[in-house]
């Protein structure tokens, strides 16, 4: 079998992009509020489904279908905040307590969205031919979902190192009671965290819908790659997610390669995300930021 | 139309072996402090090592049996690397954990595959009526609860169970007293981990047949809905749990026969559990019956 | 008199703060013996480092002749050296009785074996055990709320339990970080006399950590006084007012 690298880099990105959309809404709340938001997942799934209704059934066209899905799922998320958690918060609700109704809210959001589309498949009938750059094999699609992660990376950068909103955002993140204390309107922070947060993710679930089909477990299947994108690149760190999500769709998709040359089946690339997140865990619990050779030794010796 | 009385009967059967699996849950958990989203893990792989022992023609003895220890190592296992972390990332942890079990029974088709195990030899000899064979079953389970309930009792009544209360309530200071809160927590998963395996291997010669997505990771959730309603560190809580939630979901199934919804009973039942344990988390985060004490101390 | 223990340039930072700078100190055997310093100067965390709750950068440490550094904490209480947290760690769910016995040295109810199948013989361990927690607790005047949840316990409280959780440990030396910290000044004496007592009766070592100079002075052998991460000057406590670095420093705080 002879290699494609250019191929395989190219998939990487396609699914890195995933995985970065996926994940920087995970990062973000986990890093302000301490807790997974295990109903992420759900997002991932509405925001597919959304623009599903928008595209196919009220016929409008894939971009605004997409375009719809952002915005909605945003809302969606700050409505998740202002209905249930900062409720919980205020309350004093202990990280598992949160990490629990999570749960319990993901699985409502999970059925009542199978209520609503159905238990079936479903697909976009948006439909884009692929067509060959030099040795790549890529559809417009693919390539407008690479733009618009990096895109996405860009403004994130932007934002965060330009505007003073992002310089709050990073200082919200990165030790929420001492943004608070210096001043921050922390509470507007984290309403924006979770607009952008859930409208990437429900720009994900677009994503990956698109290229596949639309399922009640869509998010589901993506939600233990972007915990360990977040992880791995560090809860709380949008640069060290966004890098862990591209390694992460490098390694899934160099992993695939090697699992077909020994004969396995595919599905088992969930265990090299599975891989990557209990080494992360395990040797680098602050992140690809916080790795040096010394701590990777120290932490072997204390697992030893 | 069912027979009620059977009806009542598997709806025992099955609040034994879920109340097992919420003893083991509240171990870790509730007394422990230790996260398992992945409870599902060894409950599957109790039932599968003991589903595929049997059907290869071993008595059900010796498949219960490797059904425990197996589970018991693989909770020593992800032990080991895991319970030096954060307790949020050995959620995340063990929830992964039980997902990637799964994943693999249902591409390893000599395990199975995606149709899993059929054909497991039930405990119950062959020729009893169906009413017999479920109160036979009952026995048994009732049995295996009661032995879990007494290993749970003594752990928690014992030096051993103000050791984990400790670990719970601050690592560092249990640690600074002297006690190696590696050695516990370890012990804590293993014992756990083999009741949650004895638990899939009574269900699965009971159901005599078992697939992979019978392992979802809701049924995790359950067992901590189950908790979460009979009370955090209280052993008695997890049967009261158990079979609040079961009756819960029991009462639910009989009322869609007679009701008429205009939303699928299915999807229904399970909007229905993540509101209850939304609805818990808001007003009753703590359970309903209050922690087990180490000791009374009469007379003191 | 030997020295207990001791401590060859333990150094251990944050980031780039220098909490603890290159530490060597020796505390005498039955000793009383002070550690003073401002706000920040690394008294806790020169206890963290000590008592194994946090890993030294470099430097050593002997306990009883023997290098402890490195150790994790359990077997630092085994080796017989015992501290007290400035902020209490009890275990607030627990009653002041628990918290007590959960501290105890050698407890057969810790194994397994026992616990499932011996239960009798913890039960006879433990009754000798309560007797010793009631005592330790009637002197510390806890005694009316032995079967009180820790967490229920105001703040002078808390800090007594938790000086009776570690001499409920047998140690050989205790560490002590501010152990009359929110106590009425009443109470302060009245547990430097304990201290003084319990040396002598037991011939424990203490190293206290103390804010109030005129407190330490009165009841401790030898004062350390630590400051900006380094120890900056030892001696007696007469002798220690005199020295113009202390006076420096204390001066340049207040
Ligand atoms: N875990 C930690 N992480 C980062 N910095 C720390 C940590 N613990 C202590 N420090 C810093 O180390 C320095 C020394 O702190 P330490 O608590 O040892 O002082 P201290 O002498 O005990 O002060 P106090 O009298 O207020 O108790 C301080 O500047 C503190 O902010
Ligand atoms: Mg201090």
Same mark, same amino acid.
């Given at each position: 079998?002879?290699?494609?690298?250019?191929?395989?880099?190219?998939?990487?990105?396609?699914?890195?992009?995933?995985?970065?959309?996926?994940?920087?809404?995970?990062?973000?709340?986990?890093?302000?509020?301490?807790?997974?938001?295990?109903?992420?997942?759900?997002?991932?799934?509405?925001?597919?489904?959304? +623009?599903?209704?928008?595209?196919?059934?009220?016929?409008?066209?894939?971009?605004?279908?997409?375009?719809?899905?952002?915005?909605?799922?945003?809302?969606?998320?700050?409505?998740?905040?202002?209905?249930?958690?900062?409720?919980?918060?205020?309350?004093?609700?202990?990280?598992?307590?949160?990490?629990?109704?999570?749960?319990?809210?993901?699985?409502?959001?999970?059925?009542?969205?199978?209520?609503?589309?159905?238990?079936?498949?479903?697909?976009?009938?948006?439909?884009?031919?692929?067509?060959?750059?030099?040795? !790549?094999?890529?559809?417009?699609?693919?390539?407008?979902?690479?733009?618009?992660?990096?895109?996405?990376?860009?403004?994130?950068?932007?934002?965060?190192?330009?505007?003073?909103?992002?310089?709050?955002?990073?200082?919200?993140?990165?030790?929420?009671?001492?943004?608070? +204390?210096?001043?921050?309107?922390?509470?507007?922070?984290?309403? !924006?965290?979770?607009?952008?947060?859930?409208?990437?993710?429900?720009?994900?679930?677009?994503?990956?819908?698109?290229?596949?089909?639309?399922?009640?477990?869509?998010?589901?299947?993506?939600?233990?790659?972007?915990?360990?994108?977040?992880?791995?690149?560090?809860?709380?760190?949008?640069?060290?997610?966004?890098?862990?999500?591209?390694?992460?769709?490098?390694?899934?998709?160099?992993?695939?390669?090697?699992?077909? +040359?020994?004969? !396995?089946?595919?599905?088992?690339?969930?265990?090299?995300?599975?891989?990557?997140?209990?080494?992360?865990?395990?040797?680098?619990?602050?992140?690809?930021?916080?790795?040096?050779?010394?701590?990777?030794?120290?932490?072997?010796?204390?697992?030893? | 139309?069912?027979?009620?009385?059977?009806?009542?009967?598997? &709806?025992?059967?099955?609040? #034994?072996?879920?109340?097992?699996?919420?003893?083991?849950?509240?171990?870790?958990?509730?007394?422990?402090?230790?996260?398992?989203?992945?409870?599902?893990?060894?409950?599957?792989?109790?039932?599968?090592?003991?589903?595929? =022992?049997?059907?290869? #023609?071993?008595?059900?003895?010796?498949?219960?049996?490797?059904?425990?220890?197996?589970?018991?190592? *693989? #909770?020593?296992?992800?032990?080991?690397?895991?319970?030096?972390?954060?307790?949020?990332?050995?959620?995340?942890?063990?929830?992964?954990?039980?997902?990637?079990?799964?994943?693999?029974?249902?591409?390893?088709?000599?395990?199975?595959?995606?149709?899993?195990?059929?054909?497991?030899?039930?405990?119950?000899?062959?020729?009893? /009526?169906?009413?017999?064979?479920?109160?036979?079953?009952?026995?048994?389970?009732?049995?295996?609860?009661?032995?879990?309930?007494?290993?749970?009792?003594?752990? =928690?009544?014992?030096?051993?169970?103000?050791?984990?209360?400790?670990?719970?309530? /601050?690592?560092?200071?249990?640690?600074?007293?002297?006690?190696?809160?590696?050695?516990?927590?370890?012990?804590?998963?293993?014992?756990?981990?083999?009741? *949650?395996?004895?638990?899939?291997?009574? &269900?699965?010669?009971?159901?005599?047949?078992?697939?992979?997505?019978?392992? &979802?990771?809701?049924?995790?959730?359950?067992?901590?809905? &189950?908790?979460?309603?009979?009370?955090?560190?209280?052993?008695?809580? *997890?049967?009261?749990?158990?079979?609040?939630?079961?009756?819960?979901?029991? *009462?639910?199934? =009989?009322?869609?026969?007679?009701?008429?919804?205009?939303?699928?009973?299915?999807?229904?039942?399970?909007?229905?559990?993540?509101?209850?344990?939304?609805?818990?988390?808001?007003?009753?985060?703590? #359970?309903?019956?209050?922690?087990?004490?180490?000791?009374?101390?009469?007379?003191? | 008199?030997?020295?207990?223990?001791? $401590?060859?340039?333990?150094?251990?930072?944050?980031?780039?703060?220098? %909490?603890?700078?290159?530490?060597?100190?020796?505390?005498?055997?039955?000793?009383?013996?002070?550690?003073?310093?401002?706000?920040?100067?690394?008294? $806790? $965390?020169?206890?963290?480092?000590?008592?194994? %709750?946090?890993?030294?950068?470099?430097?050593?440490?002997?306990?009883?002749?023997?290098?402890?550094?490195?150790?994790?904490?359990?077997?630092?209480?085994?080796?017989?050296?015992?501290?007290?947290?400035?902020?209490?760690?009890?275990?607030?769910?627990?009653?002041?009785?628990?918290?007590?016995?959960?501290?105890?040295?050698?407890?057969?109810?810790?194994?397994?074996?026992?616990?499932?199948?011996?239960?009798?013989?913890?039960?006879?361990?433990?009754?000798?055990?309560?007797?010793?927690?009631? %005592?330790?607790?009637?002197?510390?005047?806890?005694?009316?709320?032995?079967?009180?949840?820790?967490?229920?316990?105001?703040?002078?409280?808390?800090?007594?339990?938790?000086?009776?959780?570690?001499?409920?440990?047998?140690?050989?030396?205790?560490?002590?970080?501010?152990?009359?910290?929110?106590?009425?000044?009443?109470?302060?004496?009245?547990?430097?006399? @304990?201290?003084?007592?319990?040396?002598?009766?037991?011939?424990?070592?203490?190293?206290?950590?103390?804010?109030?100079?005129? $407190?330490?002075?009165?009841?401790?052998?030898?004062?350390?006084?630590?400051?900006?991460?380094?120890?900056?000057?030892?001696?007696?406590? @007469?002798?220690?007012?005199?020295?113009? @670095?202390?006076?420096?420093?204390?001066?340049?705080?207040?």
């Amino acid at each position: 079998m002879s290699l494609n690298i250019a191929q395989i880099l190219f998939n990487s990105l396609l699914t890195g992009s995933l995985y970065v959309l996926a994940a920087i809404g995970l990062t973000l709340t986990y890093g302000i509020l301490k807790f997974p938001n295990v109903a992420h997942a759900e997002f991932i799934t509405f925001g597919a489904y959304f +623009a599903y209704t928008v595209a196919d059934i009220w016929k409008l066209g894939f971009p605004s279908g997409a375009a719809a899905a952002f915005v909605v799922t945003g809302i969606l998320g700050v409505a998740t905040h202002l209905f249930l958690f900062g409720p919980l918060i205020k309350k004093g609700a202990s990280i598992l307590h949160l990490t629990v109704a999570s749960i319990g809210y993901g699985i409502v959001l999970r059925y009542a969205m199978q209520e609503v589309w159905g238990r079936k498949d479903l697909y976009f009938s948006a439909y884009y031919p692929g067509f060959d750059v030099g040795p !790549l094999r890529v559809t417009l699609l693919w390539l407008s979902f690479i733009f618009l992660a990096v895109a996405v990376v860009a403004i994130f950068h932007l934002l965060l190192t330009e505007t003073k909103i992002g310089r709050a955002m990073r200082a919200t993140s990165n030790n929420p009671s001492l943004a608070q +204390a210096s001043g921050i309107d922390t509470k507007m922070i984290i309403m !924006l965290v979770w607009f952008l947060g859930s409208a990437l993710a429900g720009l994900g679930g677009v994503m990956k819908a698109s290229d596949t089909r639309i399922t009640p477990v869509l998010g589901w299947n993506v939600l233990i790659m972007s915990f360990a994108s977040v992880i791995f690149g560090g809860v709380g760190s949008i640069y060290g997610t966004i890098l862990a999500g591209y390694i992460l769709g490098f390694v899934e998709n160099l992993g695939v390669i090697v699992l077909v +040359a020994l004969g !396995l089946s595919t599905e088992y690339r969930f265990l090299l995300g599975f891989f990557v997140l209990v080494c992360a865990l395990i040797f680098a619990p602050q992140g690809i930021a916080g790795i040096t050779f010394r701590s990777i030794r120290k932490r072997w010796r204390a697992v030893g | 139309m069912v027979n009620i009385e059977n009806f009542i009967l598997d &709806m025992f059967i099955y609040v #034994g072996i879920f109340g097992v699996l919420s003893i083991s849950l509240n171990l870790e958990y509730g007394f422990t402090g230790l996260w398992n989203f992945g409870k599902v893990a060894f409950y599957m792989i109790g039932a599968y090592t003991s589903a595929i =022992i049997t059907t290869l #023609g071993q008595p059900f003895y010796i498949g219960f049996a490797a059904g425990v220890v197996v589970s018991s190592l *693989a #909770g020593l296992l992800i032990s080991l690397p895991a319970l030096r972390l954060r307790e949020d990332y050995l959620g995340i942890l063990t929830l992964v954990f039980g997902e990637i079990i799964r994943i693999i029974l249902k591409n390893e088709y000599w395990l199975g595959g995606p149709l899993g195990i059929r054909g497991i030899p039930s405990i119950t000899p062959a020729g009893l /009526d169906y009413t017999t064979t479920l109160l036979v079953q009952l026995a048994s389970i009732t049995v295996i609860a009661a032995v879990c309930y007494l290993v749970a009792y003594r752990l =928690i009544h014992s030096p051993f169970g103000r050791v984990i209360r400790g670990i719970r309530e /601050d690592e560092l200071a249990t640690a600074s007293l002297g006690k190696n809160t590696f050695r516990y927590k370890a012990s804590i998963f293993a014992i756990s981990s083999a009741m *949650a395996g004895i638990a899939g291997a009574f &269900m699965g010669q009971y159901v005599t047949s078992i697939t992979p997505d019978q392992f &979802m990771p809701f049924v995790s959730f359950t067992v901590w809905m &189950m908790v979460m309603l009979g009370g955090f560190a209280n052993i008695e809580g *997890a049967f009261l749990g158990a079979f609040l939630y079961i009756g819960f979901e029991r *009462a639910a199934r =009989i009322a869609k026969d007679y009701l008429l919804l205009p939303i699928d009973p299915n999807n229904l039942m399970f909007i229905l559990t993540g509101l209850l344990i939304l609805i818990f988390v808001f007003l009753r985060p703590q #359970g309903l019956l209050k922690e087990n004490k180490v000791r009374d101390y009469k007379g003191v | 008199m030997a020295h207990i223990l001791k $401590t060859d340039n333990l150094t251990k930072s944050f980031g780039g703060l220098l %909490a603890v700078n290159n530490v060597s100190i020796k505390v005498d055997e039955g000793s009383i013996t002070g550690l003073i310093g401002p706000n920040g100067s690394g008294k $806790t $965390t020169l206890f963290n480092v000590i008592s194994g %709750a946090l890993k030294a950068d470099s430097g050593k440490t002997y306990f009883d002749g023997k290098r402890i550094d490195g150790l994790p904490c359990h077997l630092i209480y085994k080796a017989g050296l015992v501290r007290t947290f400035q902020v209490p760690r009890l275990f607030q769910k627990m009653t002041v009785l628990d918290n007590m016995l959960i501290a105890a040295r050698g407890l057969v109810g810790e194994r397994l074996t026992v616990t499932f199948f011996q239960s009798w013989a913890w039960k006879r361990q433990e009754e000798g055990l309560i007797k010793k927690a009631l %005592a330790i607790l009637e002197m510390l005047d806890l005694y009316h709320q032995r079967k009180n949840l820790a967490g229920n316990l105001s703040g002078g409280q808390m800090k007594l339990l938790e000086m009776g959780r570690a001499l409920m440990a047998d140690p050989k030396m205790l560490l002590l970080d501010e152990p009359a910290a929110g106590v009425s000044p009443l109470v302060v004496d009245k547990i430097f006399e @304990k201290i003084v007592e319990l040396r002598q009766s037991l011939g424990l070592t203490f190293f206290i950590i103390e804010h109030r100079i005129e $407190t330490l002075f009165n009841y401790t052998d030898r004062v350390i006084v630590m400051f900006k991460g380094q120890v900056i000057a030892e001696g007696k406590g @007469k002798e220690l007012v005199e020295d113009p @670095k202390v006076i420096d420093v204390y001066l340049g705080e207040y």
